[in-house]
Structure formats: structure tokens, C-alpha cells
């Protein structure tokens, strides 16, 4: 499907991506763009990447197809430094988890050079790191692409077909959509993980007994705060305009049932936990973690 | 080594104590007392009890053990009924997930008549009903104890003999640091799960696609949401001056992150997830759920 398919960021999600590529025979070369020697060696061993250097314009020359896989925070750098070098007409996309300031950037930054497409694989882990790469991570997910009105249809037909050859499905929005709606189903979710944690922390730190106290809707609704700091504090900066008005719904809502709990109104306590749990329980069931 | 156990409430808590019992061979006779006739039936099929009733003192008569695994909310009631009827020396136990305000409340109406012992058997799921209940349900679990300093230790040890010999391990703590402890690892992920949902529903009214967008941090962490409302509006009331201290604890989290944002300091955001996620990692990988 494409000659020369360039990965800049070859971890968890760049990693995996190599190995489908590889394992799927969809590219003919992949190489990884790095920042350290010694990731070079550990994406060989997963069989990520056929050649990788840690020079991003020679790692990506020639290259038909770039996916940019690193913290949101660097794609502005790296897209800079990629727009003096990149093949003409290649399609340069990302794996960032936020959209719209990326796309924004990234689409001026190449501007005729090359076809920018934003993307956003829903697939991941609180795992990090090439050594947690495996073929099948995008199986049976959602691929997000963020065209705007200037991308040319070609380059993103060319990514959903690719998409649909790693077995995820590719999921057409507008990359305003996609800040406002992650934010609710992805970044909040990690916060309030977060913020349980902290508030067993000191907890603990009190009484060592809280340890052995855990139940399952901790251990569950926590898992994710065990991810990258780096990464969380990248999505918060990027879309901080959306996960800031969705903090503010819900610590709104909080307080409203902070008022329930002081004034011990049962009846108001009753509706906030019935209407949670009818919308859950149309999102199916999902056995518990462990 | 009981000869006839009676169970106040046979749902998912109740029908597994009974299932276990039998299987293991630990009582003579399990009787049932249920509020409606209809789950006689289902608990004779899950194998939960030999006999049942409607009539709580008919079912609890000559029991050398009653467990009340009904809601907290329901507790003081049935209790000042089985007082009147239940056998001298009999061993009383309940399976709440709050102890403060039962121990105390239970204890006093119990008094002489028989010995009261608070319990909470740290096992459960979203689940609910007879139909859910299992005989394993409580193996590897915590089954905490909250005797206090008038209750005999022989009420306490055979206590702790029972669940010990139903697979679980029993934990003695005094009642108000259990509640106070519980809020943090079980009660507030609840009510975060639940505003979340919250959150969702209303970003799904506007755009339907969000529905396609829940990420894997969002089903695990809004799991325990699909509980029962009428359970955590008691655990609410029951546990209200703890659950609003770590609201209110919680909630302060969430304004500092929310000024964090607003003022894009990239540095402290990165603490706050850093702290989070190094705690919640020392307290192990659990797979997600799905």
C-alpha cells in the first residue's frame, strides 16, 4: 500500500503501528524516527521498524507516508523540522490525542509541501514504551481523522483504506468535535482518576490499612492515572479550552450532590445515582478488570 | 458449624452467603427471609436457602446466626423487629457497606437479646439480585469486622472462623474508620463514575457520535455507575459527614488542576498526574475490562 512509511515516535502507539504495518505487509519499508539510540535497538527486537535513525530528515526522506506518534506537545517542533524535508505530496498524519490545535498548526506548517491529515487512533494502554507494542492494538477500534476543507480526498481515502487494513475503523469528524467530545469521554475520565488517587494517597499515608481496603470501582476507575504524566499534561495544554468547561460541568455537578448529602435529600440522591446508572447500563456491560 | 443460619435479604450479598454455606457444608439449615414471595423461588433455584419467608421473625426463629444483607437504609427497622424474636445468644451480623451508624443503632436495639457484631464483606459487583449470587463470591475478598468493646470475643472469633472458612480473609477495625476510610476507596469512585456518566449523557444528546468515542478510561471508570441507585443513596445518607469530607476534599483537587489549566503551567500539571500515577502504579497492573 505505500513504499516507505516513516514513524516519528516509536512507542507504544508508533511501535504497534510498525508491527501491523510490518506483520500485514502494507508498507515495503518502515522506518522509525527516534531520539534515543537505544529505542532503536528495542524497535528492531519487536520487529517495528526496518531502519531507524535518530536524524528526523533522514529518517523520513523519501518516505510516502509519515505518522507523527509523539506527546502532543513536540508535533509543532517535529513538524517544523520535517516540513524542510518531507517528499513532495507524501501524507504526513499524527497519533495525538487532541486535534484541533494540531491540525491547525501542522496544516499551516506544510502547507503545499505535503498532505497534512490529523489523526487519533482510540487504542492505548497505561502501558508505555515499544516494549508494550503488539500488532493487534488498533484491531476492532476507532481511527479518528480530522480532514479540513483543504486536505485532498486522496490522501484521506489512502488512510482509511489503511486504517481498515490494520482492523480498526476509521471515523470521519471535524477536529473541534473531536476536543469537545474527548475531552467527556477520554480526559476527564483520566482526571478524576487521578484525583481518586491523590485522595487515597493521603488516606493511606494515615491509615496503612486503606491499602487492603481497595474495592473494585477504585481499582478500575483509577487505572488510567497510572499512564504518562507527560502525555496528560500535553492533552490539558492542548485542550485546555474543553477539558476546563467540562471540569467545570463537573465539579458543578459535584457541588449539586454535595447539597444532597447536607441536606440528606434522598429523594434528589435517588435521581442523580438512577439517571448515571440507566445511561451506564445502556453502554453495556464490561466486566471488571480483574 | 452453625446449625441454622437465617439471611435477611437474599440479593447478590445474601444469595452468595447462602450458596457458599451449603456448598461448604458450615450450616444445617438456611433460612431465607425475603420481602417479596417471588424471591423464594429464585433463591431455591440458585440453591440459596432451604426454606423462606416473608415474615422476618418466622424465618429468623431459633437461628444461631442471622446476617441482614439488605439495604443500610433498612437496617434500624428490621433490626427493632428481630430484636422481639430472635434467639438469646444468637450471633447478629450485617453486611452494610457503611458501620458507624448501624454498629451504634443495631448494638443499642440489640442490646442483651442477642450479640451484634457490624461486618462488611468487601465483595460485590454492579450486579444485583439472587440471580447474580454465586458461591465463590466472597474467596480472596477482605470481609472486615466491626466489633466494639462490649461485644464478646467469642462472637467476634467464630465470626472470623465463618468467613475464613468461605474463602475470605476477615479484617477487625473500629466502625468509624471504616466508614471514613471506605469513602475514599469505595464511595467517592462511585460518585465519580456516576458524574461522568452524567457528563457523557449530556455531550451524547447533542452529538450521537460520542457514543462511538468512549475510551477505555471511561468504561472502566464509569463501571460501578450501573449499580443500584437505592444503595448508594443510603450509602450516602448512612456515610453523609464522610463522603461530603472527601467531596469537599476532592472538589478543592479539582479547582487547583482547573487553575492549573487556566494558567497553562505546564509544570505543576505534570506533578499532579506524576504523584497520581506513581501511587497508583504501586498498587499494581490490573487488565482493563474490556
Redesign the interface.
Known amino acids: 500500500m505505500f513504499d516507505t512509511v516513516c514513524i516519528v515516535g516509536v512507542g507504544l502507539i508508533g511501535g504497534s503501528f510498525g508491527i501491523a504495518l510490518k506483520e500485514r505487509k502494507l508498507a515495503k519499508k518502515v522506518v522509525g524516527a527516534v531520539r534515543r539510540e537505544a529505542t532503536i535497538n528495542a524497535a528492531f527486537q519487536c520487529k517495528a521498524i526496518d531502519n531507524g535513525s535518530t536524524n528526523l530528515l533522514r529518517a523520513a526522506r523519501g518516505a510516502d507516508l509519515v505518522l507523527l506518534a509523539s506527546p502532543v506537545g513536540q508535533m509543532r517542533e517535529l513538524s517544523e523540522e520535517l516540513a524542510s524535508g518531507v517528499k513532495a505530496e507524501a501524507i504526513v498524519t499524527d497519533a495525538g490525542s487532541t486535534k484541533d490545535g494540531v491540525v491547525k498548526e501542522c496544516t499551516a506548517i506544510f502547507g503545499q509541501k505535503a498532505h497534512f491529515v490529523g489523526g487519533h487512533p482510540?487504542a492505548?494502554?497505561?502501558?508505555t514504551g515499544v516494549e508494550n507494542a503488539r500488532g493487534n492494538l488498533f484491531e476492532n477500534s476507532?481511527w479518528?481523522l480530522t480532514p479540513t476543507a483543504e486536505t485532498p480526498d486522496e490522501a484521506t481515502e489512502k488512510l482509511q483504506e489503511l486504517i481498515g487494513a490494520l482492523g480498526a475503523t476509521p471515523?470521519i469528524?471535524d477536529a473541534a468535535?473531536?476536543d469537545?467530545?474527548?475531552a467527556?469521554?477520554?480526559h476527564?475520565?483520566?482526571?478524576?482518576?487521578?484525583?481518586?488517587?491523590?485522595?487515597?494517597?493521603?488516606?493511606?499515608k494515615e491509615?496503612e490499612?486503606?491499602?487492603?481496603?481497595?474495592?473494585?470501582?477504585?481499582?478500575?476507575?483509577?487505572?488510567?492515572?497510572?499512564?504518562?504524566?507527560?502525555m496528560?499534561?500535553d492533552i490539558?495544554?492542548a485542550n485546555?479550552p474543553e477539558?476546563?468547561k467540562?471540569?467545570?460541568?463537573?465539579?458543578e455537578?459535584?457541588?449539586s450532590?454535595?447539597a444532597?448529602?447536607?441536606t440528606?435529600d434522598?429523594e434528589k440522591?435517588?435521581?442523580?445515582?438512577?439517571?448515571?446508572?440507566e445511561?451506564?447500563?445502556k453502554?453495556g456491560?464490561?466486566?471488571?478488570?480483574?
Chains 1, 2 share one sequence.
Not at 492505548?124 to 502501558?127: A, N, Q
Not at 456491560?285 to 480483574?290: A, E, I, L, N, S
Open positions: 482510540m492505548g494502554s497505561e502501558l476507532i479518528i471515523l469528524m468535535t473531536h469537545n467530545l474527548l467527556v469521554t477520554s476527564l475520565p483520566h482526571i478524576t482518576a487521578a484525583a481518586l488517587v491523590h485522595l487515597f494517597s493521603d488516606a493511606h491509615h490499612v486503606a491499602q487492603r481496603l481497595i474495592a473494585g470501582g477504585w481499582r478500575d476507575g483509577t487505572r488510567v492515572a497510572a499512564g504518562s504524566p507527560e496528560w499534561r490539558c495544554l485546555a477539558v476546563g467540562s471540569l467545570d460541568k463537573l465539579i455537578d459535584l457541588h450532590l454535595r444532597m448529602i447536607e440528606k434522598g440522591l435517588q435521581e442523580w445515582f438512577q439517571s448515571a446508572s445511561v451506564r447500563r453502554q456491560y464490561f466486566p471488571r478488570g480483574q
